[in-house]
């Protein structure tokens, strides 16, 4: 078996290699597993070293302005809960310093998203989705803000970002915020969060969703499956009512695959369990091993992300998916990147109250 120092020493393009470790976001966890193996001064080492040491600052930041954001909503009364991020770092992963993240997931319920917002903006945070018509158009079920420090803010009512998710599964969003569990940062921070069965759904769905493509991802859930405290029948039933154990199923299988998780997965929540789709996945997986390489073209996030419920419904989304990919191609190399379209600033009072009146619905 090949250690970690003789990785190290095999590595002929450290460029390369730190881009493979930023793209799964692993940069600072594959730095500590150097250091332990006595390599810190290593080339790869010391430029894996520097992505740690971003990592770490914007943690610290992270923990600042929670405590300011979580001063307005108390004060507000309304109850919130901060996932990912900062609080995998700091409670999943065995230290702070090796989870990568670069902003902040807040949820919010639907009924209150506009207050929540209003108190924010009022308390120094910018909104940095300002393209009302491109917001209501999908109607969005985050809109993304920047703290009073520079940190980068997701404001949630929803996990399913966009309408189509949400029609496709029926998460239960107001009995995830009532079943939120306090927990505490070595800063004496405390914060709300998922419990452990809301927490394993919410990074397997968003993973399958982006892709699930990155390591990081894998080790999230690989830490989530052995939080003490977590019901795996639960587990299983929280996914079948929302009707989303396909894409948990391949998510989860792919840690445990992966990382050698120490746990049995249900029947229900495995890829034995997981419908003929699984099927398809696996096959698609002999050629396009994981992880991949920063640039493979042949990734095959899409069957991750359109996995639903039955074959054809799977199919059908991950056709949806592959022509909505060609066509943002199509559009970037027609004109070139111009930016995010929502951080356009199209002040549309028609559209932005629109917005809201969907957001009190659910929709």
């Known amino acids: 078996m090949t250690g970690p120092s003789d990785a190290a020493a095999e590595v002929d393009d450290v460029d390369v290699a730190v881009e493979a470790a930023a793209h799964h976001r692993v940069a600072p966890a594959v730095w500590r597993r150097l250091r332990s193996a006595g390599l ?5 080492a010391s430029a894996l070293g520097v992505l740690r040491h971003q990592q770490m600052l914007r943690h610290m930041r992270t923990l600042i302005e929670l405590r300011s954001l979580g001063e307005v909503l108390d004060d507000a009364g309304i109850p919130w809960v901060v996932a990912k991020g900062p609080v995998a770092a700091e ?31 009022a308390a120094g945070y910018t909104l940095a989705d300002r393209n009302w018509p491109a917001i209501v158009a999908d109607t969005r079920a985050e ?14 009512w929803h996990i399913a970002v966009p309408a189509r998710l949400r029609r496709a599964f029926a ?26 069965v809301d927490t394993v759904l919410h990074l397997a769905f968003h993973a399958a969703q982006a892709g699930g493509d ?27 009512r929302a009707g989303i ?4 199923a391949l998510m989860l299988d792919r840690a445990v695959r992966t990382l050698a998780t120490p746990i049995a997965l249900p029947h229900d929540i495995s890829r034995d369990g997981a419908g003929l789709w699984a099927r398809v996945v696996e096959r698609a997986a002999r050629s396009r091993p994981f992880p991949i390489l920063p640039g493979d073209p042949h990734a095959g996030g899409n069957l991750y992300a359109g996995a639903r419920r039955g074959v054809a419904a799977s199919v059908a989304a991950t056709v949806r998916l592959a022509l909505a990919a060609r066509s943002r191609e199509r559009a970037l190399d027609a004109n070139g990147p111009e930016g995010r379209v929502l951080e356009l600033d199209v002040p549309d009072e028609f559209a932005r109250a629109g917005y809201f009146r969907e957001v009190q619905t659910g929709r």
């Open 40 to 44: 810190p001064d290593s080339d790869l």
């Open 91 to 121: 409670h999943l992963w065995p230290s702070a310093d090796m989870r990568e993240y670069h902003d902040v997931d807040v949820f919010v319920d639907r009924r209150e998203f506009a207050r929540a917002l209003t108190l924010l903006t």
């Open 143 to 156: 809109l993304a803000l920047t703290a009073p420090h520079g940190t980068p803010v997701d404001l949630h």
């Open 171 to 196: 998460l239960d969003m107001s009995g995830a915020i009532e079943r939120r569990q306090i927990v505490a940062f070595g800063n004496g921070l405390t914060v709300p969060t998922f419990d452990p």
């Open 214 to 240: 990155r390591l990081m991802w894998a080790g999230d859930l690989h830490y989530a499956l052995q939080r003490p405290g977590l019901d795996l029948d639960e587990l299983v039933a929280r996914a079948q």
């Open 245 to 248: 154990t396909a894409p948990i």
